[in-house]
């Protein structure tokens, strides 16, 4: 079992950045695979970064490439999205997820469907 806590969202305007954090608890958090999602109003949940159990590799999202930063701390069962440069079309509520069974085989899982554990949710919303 793995529960997750979402923190750190909030209005801040076109440019600026944000930090999300998501805190674990429970014994796999340190061998899952983590992803950030996000859901926009009137729109579908869509992947926005993955990183392996180590922290070793991480993928994004082609909105999110050059913009968004995810991270780790195994020791303080964190994951983290540094989020910069931020746009209107950023605006949506964010979720951390856990993906400790697909984990076993796949190093970066981004279908919604491979994770298990899910926060719920911190709203970031971006104005121009």
């Known amino acids: 079992q793995v529960q997750l806590v979402e923190s750190g969202g909030g209005s801040v305007q076109a440019g600026g950045s944000l930090r999300l954090s998501c805190a674990a608890s429970?014994?796999?958090?340190?061998?899952?695979?983590m992803g950030w999602f996000r859901q926009a109003p009137g729109k579908e949940r869509e992947f926005v970064a993955a990183?392996?159990?180590?922290?070793?590799?991480?993928t994004y999202a082609e909105s999110a490439k050059g913009r968004f930063t995810i991270s780790r701390d195994n020791a303080k069962k964190m994951a983290y999205l540094q989020m910069n440069s931020l746009k209107p079309e950023d605006t949506a509520v964010y979720y951390c997820?856990?993906?400790?069974?697909?984990?076993?085989?796949?190093?970066?899982?981004?279908?919604?469907?491979?994770?298990?554990?899910w926060g719920q949710g911190t709203q970031v919303t971006v104005s121009s």
């Open positions: 429970g014994r796999t958090f340190s061998t899952s695979p």
């Open positions: 997820a856990a993906a400790p069974r697909a984990g076993r085989t796949i190093t970066l899982p981004t279908p919604e469907r491979l994770y298990d554990y």
């Open positions: 990183i392996s159990w180590s922290g070793g590799s991480t």
